[in-house]
């Protein structure tokens, strides 16, 4: 579910940046700092190895990067979608 949450989020930036915003290199920076963050995690979790955060401070992380970077709007699709294909 995480690689699909991080999958979705990586479309958001592409039809954010696709749309002409004018913060264009932060709004990228920030979405490169947000998957440095969490893509460890997830490989972690792969892989079984290494330290990792427990669940639900990595879920936190996430919603706070969403919040952060004002993606509130597109949370339906992030979440939801990740939800619905774990089935």
């Known amino acids: 579910m995480l ?3 991080c999958f979705n989020l990586t ?3 592409r ?3 696709a749309s002409g915003s004018q ?6 920076s920030n979405m490169s700092e ?3 963050k969490i893509f460890p995690g997830i490989i972690s979790r792969l892989t079984q ?3 990792r955060y427990p ?3 990595l879920v936190g992380m996430l919603h706070g990067f969403i919040i952060q970077f004002n993606l509130e709007p597109h949370g339906h699709f ?7 294909k774990l089935k």
Do not use: F, P, Q
Not at 23 to 28: S, T
């Open 49 to 51: 190895t290494g330290s």
């Open 23 to 28: 913060n264009k290199v932060e709004y990228a």
């Open 11 to 13: 479309i958001v930036t």
């Open 34 to 36: 947000m998957h440095h």
């Open 78 to 84: 992030i979440w939801d979608d990740a939800l619905r």
């Open 15 to 17: 039809d954010i940046l």
């Open 3 to 5: 690689l699909r949450v």
């Open 55 to 57: 669940d639900d401070v």
